[in-house]
């Protein structure tokens, strides 16, 4: 069963960049598409940004499109977030996530498409 694990949060300031990754484990997830999603406390979790398995349709938030960046890396078996230009309001838990039908070619946003998640990394941006 594929495992995902997120790494690469931090404290930063704001205007900072970041990179986050979701490596997954126990299986490929090079032909399943991958979001990332983000929860701020007592809030919900909030659509960031989606890839299509192989990595030729994305889909972002209106409110990260254009810092924010998702690609993957099928050979190794890892999906990245690069995040420029970081604000305040970024701040929150970052979840991969992966949806377990192969070769689907769309992106997805909303959390309940999404079977598999990992457990999270915390971004915090200073103002």
């Known amino acids: 069963q594929v495992q995902l694990v997120e790494s690469g949060g931090g404290l930063v300031q704001a205007g900072a960049s970041l990179r986050l990754s979701c490596a997954a484990s126990?299986?490929?997830?090079?032909?399943?598409?991958v979001g990332w999603f983000r929860q701020a406390p007592g809030k919900d979790r909030d659509f960031v940004a989606a890839?299509?398995?192989?990595?030729?349709?994305?889909q972002y938030s209106i409110s990260v499109k254009g810092r924010f960046t998702i690609s993957r890396d099928n050979a190794k078996n890892t999906v990245h977030l690069h995040m420029n230009s970081l604000k305040p309001e970024d701040t929150g838990n970052y979840y991969c996530?992966?949806?377990?039908?192969?070769?689907?070619?769309?992106?997805?946003?909303?959390?309940?498409?999404?079977?598999?998640w990992g457990q999270g990394t915390q971004v915090t941006v200073s103002s």
């Open positions: 996530a992966a949806v377990m039908k192969p070769y689907a070619s769309g992106t997805y946003a909303l959390t309940s498409s999404y079977d598999t």
């Open positions: 126990g299986g490929p997830v090079s032909t399943y598409p």
């Open positions: 890839i299509n398995w192989h990595g030729r349709i994305t």
